[in-house]
């Protein structure tokens, strides 16, 4: 069976109340903004179903394990309002749950986000794009990778990104394809233009291997 995009699959408890943001989210959404420009996050009647696709979000401080992401089913919006952002309270990748909230529910990758921040606290930003250019010349580009057996927003995708972590394949990389998510791919990093400009950067690589 073909698997819809956009789908939440996590266990999620939501509380449906405006959220008290501690930080601006004015630097996020204006890279979001840009990324969006770019076809990276969007939506698109003849690609994924129609469903909106990419998010981007933002871990509250170093030491604090609360995020802040984009909505579920936004990516057809170019420049989001605070109101299309969730505020991620807790996440346990591990048993696939997550607490939230916000007027909006969080993006169906908010697990894998969660796990990504896990693995270190330098990390403050995250962006998950839909890019084939990218995905599909991840071994030509040397990007990390993790398996096609494994579907987004699962237990098994946010294990297979510790794995990665673990592994040391992104001690010095700050992209990874998952290929079993349909141009689906991750770029972090310590501040949001960081993680942004690491995801443009893969797509201008991708373009000149692709033109090769």
């Known amino acids: 069976m073909k698997e819809l995009e956009g789908v939440i699959k996590y266990q999620l408890s939501h509380s449906e109340q405006p959220v008290s943001i501690e930080i ?20 698109r009647p003849d690609k994924y179903d129609g469903y909106g696709f990419g998010n981007i979000s933002q871990r509250i401080s170093q030491n604090d394990s609360r995020f802040i992401i984009s909505g579920t089913q936004t990516g057809d919006i170019e420049r989001l309002s605070p109101e299309q952002y969730s505020l991620v309270l807790e996440a346990d990748p591990y048993h696939n749950k997550i607490a939230s909230q916000g007027a909006i529910k969080p993006s169906s ?67 990874f394809s998952m290929m079993g998510h349909q141009d689906g791919v991750i770029a972090f990093g310590k501040t949001v233009q960081t993680a942004a400009e690491e995801m443009i950067s893969a797509l201008s690589l991708a373009i000149a291997v692709q033109n090769e």
């Open 24 to 43: 601006s989210l004015a630097e996020m959404n204006s890279w979001r903004t840009v990324i969006h420009r770019l076809g990276l996050i969007g939506q």
């Open 109 to 175: 990758e908010a697990l894998t986000h969660a796990m990504v921040y896990l693995q270190n606290q330098e990390i403050q930003c995250i962006v998950h794009a839909h890019c084939p250019e990218i995905w599909n010349h991840t071994e030509a580009l040397g990007l990390p990778y993790t398996p096609k057996n494994i579907p987004y927003g699962t237990p098994e995708m946010a294990a297979a990104v510790e794995r990665l972590f673990q592994s040391g394949q992104l001690d010095h990389r700050s992209v």
